[in-house]
């Protein structure tokens, strides 16, 4: 497709930047999902779908219309949507007898899946149940995991990979200390995930760092995990390898001691001590008068020593 | 005072300091990992199952999340902070959890030719300014697209050149050109891409397009034909084909080591040849030459005359007698005459 895109030239500037935005890149921008509708959905599914599209504007597309597409039988037509509408990530949402209130979230890389996984809903709390103000669109989120099981398990550790993809919002170089209002709280516990979503209310402490209050907002999860496809480890460690360009270069011979003080090394050819070139200051010349009167003064010192 | 010692205070300034940092320490058997760049916290610590029970789970899971959310907090206020415009802000660094990337990373891409070419010689690139005065308008115009300086196509005077044919339609020739430029360009920018990627792009002619001439569609035949293991050998004749005379070797060259006396002879004719001062002749082919300049003389007037009235037939026009005589001395291979001669 990007092959594709060389041969037919773009007609218009816009065009061209539109087909530069969705060139591969050195160091890339955020990855937008689309939350996708399934064949059937309940009312469960579909107002989680919608909320979890409200947590991901702008950078989530919503399909609404019903799509008939199983995707672990068959990833293709996740992977055309995917290569239209270039996004990365992807939540499907269906319901069926055999499967209540289903929800896969997904990654691609290179438009072919790399990882889902399927989490039933077992309770919901929507948006519009908790009635209280909510954070502005596009905020960062705090991503909290708590559970030992996302070290241990290697599914779990995948998901939680999966999930701060997910989650994590625009890669930021500074951050608004006032701004950090909205906080995602994951607890992995005996093969269910609870996820909560709660607004931080920043009060007054004795010191510079303010006392946490959290109040409920958002949706919050009830999960537990169905069925998995997890990428081989070999593409999972090519999807990693990132290019020679974005790691900084290593500023080396700068050291810092305890002090804190910049220090580096200058290395330098052997000096002749005795020919050293130094300041010339005329009132420390030696005179000659001077002179025989200090050697004078060392002879007559010497010979006391000896003795 | 003299009774106030020394552990007194220091102990009264810890105390004074675990008052103010009560209200954000929080206790935990393991401390947490941190990755400030992604505002992602990790807690390792089980969780006890009895304080999980569902009358009571919202309120243990919001005091589990206010801790590791305090701890989380606490570690982004040791960022460094900075002011922009009245505003507090701590500076991230770099994300520490890897994530996979959504596309691979993208491959340079080899120069083309001409970027080739330029490396050779040492070419900068000239950087041009935007506009471009126009001495006609009296304004400054932009150097190329609507609206630009120097239009060739507004310009409703050309002079015919001195050598070239007077009826002749310049303003034709002009559009002409253009198209055969863009053809050009559009041509060498695919052969870039084709060799950028490595393919093998089919030569003039095979691959397909909407519109093929005549000699294309011969070429494509005559490739298809031999293109079979014993290169075209026993492959049948369409009916009213002929097989082309000259396929395979265009030039036909002596083997080695031959008839050394031949080679000698041919040497030696070679040398007088090159003596002699008189030009060489050949007539047939000159004369050749001559009638076929007058074929498509005639040929041209008759198309203009007759083309209304429909076609004529294969009229090679006026009877000519042979030219005879010398027409231009012609050394080397002869074009091979293409019009057949009508009844003189």
């Keep these: 497709l990007q092959a594709l895109h060389r041969i037919l030239k773009a007609k218009t500037r816009r065009s061209k930047r539109f087909l530069q935005s969705r060139q591969p890149k050195l160091t890339e921008d955020q990855k937008s999902s689309m939350i ?20 991901k504007k702008p950078n989530a597309v919503l399909y609404k219309r019903k799509n008939m597409v199983r995707p672990f039988d068959d990833s293709t037509a996740l992977e055309f949507f995917s290569k239209k509408s270039d996004c990365s990530l992807f939540l499907f949402g269906s319901h069926n007898k055999k499967r209540p209130n289903n929800l896969i979230f997904g990654r691609m890389f290179d438009f072919h899946v790399l990882d889902m996984f399927e989490l ?66 994951f607890t992995a516990l005996e093969g269910k995930i609870y996820m909560r979503s709660y607004k931080v209310l920043l009060k007054k402490s004795g010191c510079r760092t303010p006392r946490i209050q959290l109040q409920d907002m958002g949706p919050s999860f009830d999960f537990v995990m169905r069925r998995n496809h997890m990428a081989s480890d070999d593409l999972y460690k090519t999807a990693h390898r990132q290019p020679r360009g974005v790691k900084p270069k ?35 010349r030696k005179r000659r008068g001077e002179q025989t009167a200090e050697t004078a003064a060392a002879a007559a010192k010497a010979p006391r020593t000896d003795e | 005072m003299a009774s106030c010692s020394v552990e007194d205070v220091l102990t009264k300034a810890e105390r004074d300091e675990a008052e103010k940092l009560k209200g954000i320490t929080v206790n935990k058997e393991l401390d947490l990992e941190f990755d400030p760049g992604n505002l992602l916290a990790f807690d390792k610590n089980r969780i006890d199952t009895r304080e999980f029970k569902d009358n009571k789970r919202e309120d243990f899971l919001r005091s589990l999340a ?34 996979p990337r959504e596309k691979p990373a993208p ?32 304004e400054w115009r932009r150097r190329w697209g609507y609206k630009r300086a120097k239009d060739d196509t507004k310009e409703w005077l050309i002079e015919v050149p001195e050598n070239a044919d007077p009826s002749e339609d310049q303003f034709a020739k002009r559009n002409k050109a253009k198209k055969e430029r863009v053809a050009k360009n559009e041509y060498n920018r695919l052969k870039n891409i084709a060799r950028a990627q490595k393919i093998k792009v089919p030569g003039m002619g095979l691959a397909p397009t909407p519109r093929q001439s005549k000699a294309e569609l011969a070429q494509a035949v005559n490739v298809a034909k031999i293109s079979t293991a014993s290169v075209g050998k026993f492959q049948d004749n369409l009916p009213k084909e002929k097989t082309p005379k000259n396929t395979g070797k265009k030039r036909k060259f002596q083997p080695l080591i031959g008839d050394f006396s031949s080679e000698k002879q041919k040497q030696l004719d070679l040398l007088k040849v090159m003596d002699s ?54 050394k080397g291979k002869g074009q091979k005459p293409h019009m057949k001669q009508g009844k003189r």
């Excluded at chain 2, 203009?304 to 005589?325: D, E, I, L, T, V």
């Design chain 1, 36 to 55: 996708i509708r399934g064949g059937n959905t309940s009312q469960t599914v579909s107002q989680a779908l919608k909320d979890v599209y409200a947590l």
């Design chain 1, 120 to 185: 039933g809903i077992e309770r919901f709390v929507s948006l519009r149940d908790v009635k209280t103000d909510t954070c502005p669109e596009g905020t960062k989120p705090l991503l909290v995991f708590a559970g030992e099981l996302f070290e241990t398990d290697r599914e779990h550790q995948r998901l939680r990979s999966l999930l701060t993809d997910f989650f994590c919002g625009p890669r930021v170089s500074a951050v608004r200390l006032a701004g950090l209002e909205h906080v995602l709280h």
């Design chain 1, 250 to 284: 290593k500023k080396k011979n700068i050291s810092h001691d305890a002090f804190g003080t910049r220090l580096g090394r200058l290395h330098m050819q052997k000096q002749d001590l005795d020919k050293l070139q130094t300041r010339k200051m005329k009132g420390l």
């Design chain 2, 66 to 99: 206010r801790d590791n959310t305090q701890l989380l907090i606490n570690e982004v206020w040791k960022l460094p902070t900075e002011r922009v415009e009245e505003i507090i802000v701590a500076k991230l660094p770099d994300p520490t959890t890897s994530l």
């Design chain 2, 107 to 138: 491959k340079p891409k080899p120069p083309t030719k001409w970027e080739q070419f330029a490396k050779l010689k040492g070419i900068q690139k000239k950087k041009k300014t935007n506009l471009v005065w126009d001495e006609v308008h009296k």
């Design chain 2, 277 to 330: 001062k008189k030009p060489r002749l050949d007539i047939t082919k000159a004369v050749n030459k001559q009638m076929r300049e007058e074929d498509r003389d005639s040929a041209q007037k008759s198309k203009k005359g007759f083309g209304k009235k429909g076609r004529r037939g294969n009229m090679s026009g006026k009877g000519k007698g042979k030219a005879g005589g010398k027409g231009k001395a012609k």
